[in-house]
């Protein structure tokens, strides 16, 4: 929480597909409340997950795996999702948040290929 308020992150955007965690206070419910606490605003983003069956592939870096999910971006929800994404960002510091610790190797990479796409003003910085 620290880390995200001395960022200046004012939006947490959580694109789990689903948001539990055997991690304490990383389940939706505890999370969101945790960082109310603080001022800090939570989203799930459930259509921005990648989906279960692609995700070990997506760890091993398979590029057809990396496709599964860009067309998944792709769908009219993701899309909507993703223009939602970019007029928060316009206004507000968004982080996202997954479960992957290396942005390398997490489907939220491509995320934020997505948002640049749509706008290339976006600046990310891993926290």
């Not at 419910?29 to 603080?38: C, K, M, T």
């Not at 459930?46 to 999910?69: C, I, K, Q, T």
């Not at 995320?111 to 990310?124: G, H, P, T, W």
Request: aromatic share 4%; charged share 30%; proline share 5%.
């Amino acid at each position: 929480m620290d880390l995200l308020r001395e960022s200046g992150i004012t939006l947490l955007v959580d694109v789990r597909l689903t948001p539990w965690s055997r991690k304490p206070g990383f389940t939706m419910d505890q999370l969101a409340s945790a960082l109310r606490s603080v001022g800090l605003e939570y989203r799930h983003r459930p259509v921005l997950g990648n989906p279960r069956d692609n995700r070990d592939a997506y760890r091993r870096s398979e590029p057809e795996a990396h496709e599964v999910f860009r067309s998944s971006l792709r769908r009219p929800a993701a899309r909507a999702s993703l223009d939602q994404l970019v007029a928060l960002a316009e206004v507000e510091s968004v982080a996202l948040l997954c479960f992957e610790r290396d942005a390398a190797t997490c489907h939220r990479s491509l995320v934020v290929e997505a948002l640049q796409d749509r706008n290339q003003d976006i600046v990310v910085r891993h926290l």
